[in-house]
């Protein structure tokens, strides 16, 4: 059974960054794609960005566009979240998450099958 761990949240001032890590263990080829989502305090969760572990294919939310960066090292089933510019209004607990669809456009929580632990991530203005 597939399982997500994630490491590297923490304290950053704004303006400053941060990195996600998220190993995926026992990831079979049909989890096609991997995920960062984040819920703020009373907020739903929201997709951040995507990427498939294929071809590299990547997608972003627009507010965190030009701003953060997804990546992956198929090697070591890992992907990252690159944090850079950070606000007070990124901050949130993040979640990695992992997918059997091949899509990046357009998806949401119920696309993605397994979850890791979260992590919290605070901006501080």
């Known amino acids: 059974q597939v399982q997500l761990v994630e490491s590297g949240g923490g304290l950053v001032q704004a303006g400053g960054s941060l990195r996600l890590s998220c190993v995926v263990i026992?990831?079979?080829?049909?989890?096609?794609?991997a995920g960062w989502f984040r819920q703020a305090p009373g907020k739903e969760r929201q997709f951040v960005a995507g990427i498939r572990w294929s071809d590299g294919s990547t997608s972003y939310a627009d507010d965190v566009k030009g701003r953060f960066t997804i990546s992956k090292d198929n090697a070591k089933d890992t992907v990252y979240l690159r944090m850079n510019s950070l606000k007070p209004e990124d901050t949130a607990i993040y979640y990695c998450?992992?997918?059997?669809?091949?899509?990046?456009?357009?998806?949401?929580?119920?696309?993605?099958?397994?979850w890791g632990q979260g992590a919290q991530v605070t901006v501080s203005s």
């Open positions: 998450a992992a997918s059997r669809h091949v899509r990046l456009v357009g998806v949401g929580p119920g696309d993605f099958g397994a």
């Open positions: 026992r990831r079979t080829f049909s989890w096609y794609t």
